[in-house]
């Protein structure tokens, strides 16, 4: 029983130590809490002055927060976002200008090779040149400033000059066809060469061409009025409402006249002297010698004892005549043909000089047309068409140049 009593007693004080250790804990938390209540009583319960003091610091903190933000918005705004819009500006417009240059080469080269396209490559050498001067051009206004025309031009005309002189060595009828339009001989043919671009002469072809001889009776206003001569080119038209061409730069290989112009009547002049007096001449006498009266002294002019008689010959050559002789050989052959050998243009010469002219002439004229052109001239230039008298002849070019022929004069 006592160990039970000791054990109790224990027992007892332990729970005795244990409610004083609570009760030294629970001073503690109250004093806790007396100095919150105390530290809130005193805040609030601060001085007026302490809390505007207070309040002045938060107002002046947010201000200056406020003038910073605004400092930097406006120098972002300002200063950095233009600085950067324009760094992208630059950037893309430099993307655009490069982007436009490659483009503007690419489109430069590819006109370089359409223009020379189909030459031999021993006319390329203005194309190498070009090539070489784009690929120097770093700048839109380099490339652009590139002509290419102008050396395509020289390298086309020089190609199409040397085919011409190759195919003149086997003939020299040769031809090329431009649209609706045909030139025909080295002259023609060399002269539109040199006239066309590359880019028509591209197109070119010179071949050799066949010609038939056609003959047209024409009245002398369709003839050109007479002046059409052997060796000339000339165009034949077909007149009208709507006018077409029939035959272009066709050769006059002959021309006769009708026999109603077989005369040709001339005028020679001939100064005589013959002896005797008179008022005319020049000098002096000492006097004057008077039927009837006697001689009266005195210087006076009188004649030197001739005068002088002129007298007009008008003769008329009828060209047959002339070529009679020449027939029976009473003519030299050369002679003839120097008086003869041009006879309508030079009749027309003497016509023009003289004022006098025979309208009504008829000229026989022979051409050469190309076989191409033969069928048009039969359906619209033979004797029994209809509209042979529609037919009309230009000269497009005169077979000379010389002293004696008034066209190139």
Same mark, same amino acid.
Do not use: H
């Given at each position: ?61 947010? #201000? ?23 760094? #992208? ?87 090329? #066809? ?138 008329? #050559? ?92």
């Amino acid at each position: 029983m006592p160990e039970d009593n000791s054990a109790a007693e224990k027992g007892t004080e332990d729970i005795v130590q244990r409610l004083e250790a609570l009760r030294k804990k629970a001073p503690e938390a109250n004093n806790v809490g007396e100095k919150e209540k105390k530290k809130d009583t005193e805040s609030v319960e601060a001085p007026p002055a302490d809390r505007r003091q207070k309040m002045a610091r938060i107002v002046g903190v947010v #201000v200056i927060l406020l003038l910073v933000v605004v400092v930097f918005f406006g120098a972002y705004k300002v200063v950095y976002e233009p600085i950067m819009k324009k760094k #992208v500006d630059e950037k893309r417009i430099n993307q655009e200008q490069e982007q436009a240059l490659i483009n503007a080469r690419e489109e430069k080269f590819n006109e370089i090779n359409n223009a020379f396209a189909g030459l031999p490559s021993d006319y390329t050498g203005q194309k190498s040149a070009l090539l070489e001067e784009l690929n120097m051009a770093d700048t839109l206004s380099k490339v652009s400033a590139i002509q290419v025309a102008d050396r395509a031009d020289l390298a086309w005309r020089e190609y199409k000059t040397d085919q011409l002189d190759e195919k003149l060595k086997v003939t020299d009828k040769l031809k090329i #066809v431009i649209g609706n339009d045909t030139y025909r001989g080295y002259g023609e043919i060399e002269q539109k060469i040199e006239q066309f671009p590359y880019s028509t002469l591209k197109g070119i072809t010179i071949i050799e061409y066949s010609s038939e001889y056609f003959p047209i009776r024409l009245t002398r206003e369709q003839a050109a009025g007479g002046w059409a001569e052997v060796g000339s080119l000339v165009n034949l038209w077909i007149g009208g409402e709507t006018p077409a061409i029939l035959a272009r730069n066709a050769r006059v290989i002959a021309v006769l006249r009708g026999s109603s112009s077989g005369v040709i009547s001339l005028t020679e002049s001939e100064s005589k002297t013959a002896s005797g007096g008179g008022s005319e001449g020049k000098g002096t006498v000492s006097s004057v010698t008077t039927g009837g009266v006697g001689s009266i002294p005195g210087s006076f002019p009188a004649s030197a004892g001739y005068k002088t008689a002129q007298s007009a010959t008008t003769f008329s #050559v009828d060209i047959s005549q002339i070529q009679r002789a020449a027939a029976a050989s009473k003519l030299e052959e050369g002679y003839i043909e120097g008086v003869l050998g041009n006879y309508g243009l030079k009749l027309n010469k003497i016509e023009a000089d003289t004022g006098l002219a025979d309208f009504s002439a008829e000229y026989l004229i022979l051409f050469e047309v190309g076989e191409e052109e033969v069928a048009d001239l039969v359906l619209k230039a033979s004797p029994n068409s209809a509209d042979k008298a529609n037919v009309l002849v230009t000269i497009a070019r005169p077979a000379d140049c010389s002293e004696e022929s008034i066209l190139c004069s």
